[in-house]
């Protein structure tokens, strides 16, 4: 079985309030992007990757006009994709939706939430993710109240008999939006990190309770952060990534990512690929992962990140390297594993 994740930049922009895909000569939401290209570019790098389940991060809009399930399964049936059923779980108001894309004919998959719900005051214990965490992320003894903007999507799966869990990740940029100086830079980095750490000690006390209780979990998605990805970490101690991992916990608590653990490597992977206007050039990074439970980790096969000027298979391939490019900013991890 592969299964995958992919943040697709602004997926949304690509559907109409119907569903139905805008094949025109408008821009897309991608800099300088057509939106038939992009769309043809998705089209060849779903059909190349074959996946039989796709993470879609960025995911079309979910509100009272637009559906994101008919938006994913429209493009998959022009496409012809074998991963053609998507779900979703709680929506967002931000038009990036958390998604998988699946093929009906492998998977059995049902949205299955955990946790209890909060009012305003929030939970201190693994609350429901469209809940309110409440932790005290700048130990001046006052906890804040820590939301989601993109709820995770919780997943009960079923394939060939074997049930196992999946959580899709979107976790909170640390990039200092709307700063207009270098204070500003540099206070909202310390604030965005800081909450970023907090949804990422949610997640782990969501998973710490699946990993206890034995069940097969995969966690998978755009987590924003890597070890040793920027100077703020120095800060904190961890990153946000290894805090999800369980990096100081027995090893029946951890997961396992490959990647992760290359970061502090002179030649780093990276998933994500972002263009500075300022400087005219590109900026790496490590942003996305598929993680799986001790117990899932002697079944996985492969991981691989799609990345066509790091994978020799890619570039050789001149319509999927292009592809890629044109796509998205970020790149597809694959993950193939017997289940």
Same mark, same amino acid.
């Given at each position: 079985?592969?299964?995958?994740?992919?943040?697709?930049?602004?997926?949304?922009?690509?559907?109409?309030?119907? +569903?139905?895909?805008?094949?025109?000569?408008?821009?897309?939401?991608?800099?300088?992007?057509?939106?038939?290209?992009?769309?043809?570019?998705?089209?060849?790098?779903?059909?190349?990757?074959?996946?039989?389940?796709?993470?879609?991060?960025?995911? !079309?809009?979910?509100?009272?006009?637009?559906?994101?399930?008919?938006?994913?399964?429209? #493009?998959?049936?022009?496409?012809?994709?074998?991963?053609?059923?998507?779900?979703? +779980?709680?929506?967002?108001?931000?038009?990036?939706?958390?998604?998988?894309?699946?093929?009906?004919?492998?998977?059995?998959?049902?949205?299955?939430?955990?946790?209890?719900?909060?009012?305003?005051?929030?939970?201190?214990?693994?609350?429901?993710?469209?809940?309110? #965490?409440?932790?005290?992320?700048?130990?001046?003894?006052?906890?804040?109240?820590?939301?989601?903007?993109?709820? !995770?999507?919780?997943?009960?799966?079923?394939?060939?008999?074997?049930?196992?869990?999946?959580?899709?990740?979107?976790?909170?940029?640390?990039?200092?939006?709307?700063?207009?100086?270098?204070?500003?830079?540099?206070?909202?980095?310390?604030?965005?990190?800081?909450?970023?750490?907090?949804?990422?000690?949610?997640?782990?006390?969501?998973?710490?309770?699946?990993?206890?209780?034995?069940?097969?979990?995969?966690?998978?998605?755009?987590?924003?952060?890597?070890?040793?990805?920027?100077?703020?970490?120095?800060?904190? +101690?961890?990153?946000?990534?290894?805090?999800?991992?369980?990096?100081?916990?027995?090893?029946?608590?951890?997961?396992?990512? !490959?990647?992760?653990?290359?970061?502090?490597?002179?030649?780093?992977?990276?998933?994500?690929? #972002?263009?500075?206007?300022?400087?005219?050039?590109?900026?790496?990074?490590?942003?996305?992962?598929?993680?799986?439970?001790?117990?899932?980790?002697?079944?996985?096969?492969?991981?691989?990140?799609?990345?066509?000027?790091?994978?020799?298979?890619?570039?050789?391939?001149?319509?999927?390297?292009?592809?890629?490019?044109?796509?998205?900013?970020?790149?597809?991890?694959?993950?193939?594993?017997?289940?």
């Amino acid at each position: 079985m592969r299964l995958a994740t992919y943040n697709v930049e602004w997926f949304n922009a690509l559907f109409d309030d119907s +569903g139905a895909l805008i094949n025109d000569r408008g821009w897309s939401g991608r800099r300088n992007v057509r939106r038939r290209d992009q769309i043809a570019a998705l089209g060849i790098v779903f059909t190349a990757l074959d996946a039989d389940a796709v993470m879609v991060i960025e995911a !079309p809009d979910e509100n009272g006009r637009r559906s994101c399930v008919a938006a994913l399964e429209e #493009f998959a049936r022009v496409h012809d994709l074998r991963a053609r059923r998507a779900i979703i +779980g709680f929506g967002n108001d931000t038009q990036q939706e958390i998604a998988l894309l699946y093929d009906p004919d492998v998977l059995d998959v049902r949205h299955d939430p955990r946790g209890d719900p909060t009012g305003k005051k929030g939970s201190v214990d693994a609350p429901r993710f469209d809940g309110v #965490f409440r932790w005290d992320i700048d130990v001046d003894t006052a906890p804040e109240l820590i939301r989601f903007s993109k709820p !995770p999507l919780e997943l009960e799966a079923e394939a060939s008999g074997r049930r196992f869990r999946m959580i899709g990740v979107h976790a909170k940029s640390k990039a200092p939006h709307g700063a207009s100086n270098a204070d500003q830079a540099i206070r909202l980095s310390i604030q965005n990190r800081r909450k970023q750490l907090a949804q990422c000690i949610w997640l782990r006390q969501r998973i710490e309770s699946h990993l206890r209780a034995g069940d097969p979990l995969i966690v998978l998605g755009d987590f924003n952060d890597g070890p040793g990805l920027d100077e703020y970490e120095k800060l904190f +101690g961890l990153s946000g990534v290894e805090i999800v991992m369980g990096h100081a916990d027995e090893a029946a608590l951890r997961l396992f990512d !490959p990647h992760a653990l290359q970061v502090r490597l002179a030649a780093q992977p990276s998933t994500a690929r #972002f263009y500075i206007a300022p400087e005219d050039r590109y900026l790496s990074a490590l942003l996305d992962y598929i993680m799986v439970s001790p117990d899932l980790r002697s079944k996985a096969r492969r991981w691989r990140i799609w990345h066509p000027f790091d994978d020799p298979a890619l570039y050789r391939v001149p319509e999927l390297r292009e592809a890629l490019l044109v796509a998205s900013d970020h790149f597809p991890v694959s993950l193939d594993i017997d289940l």
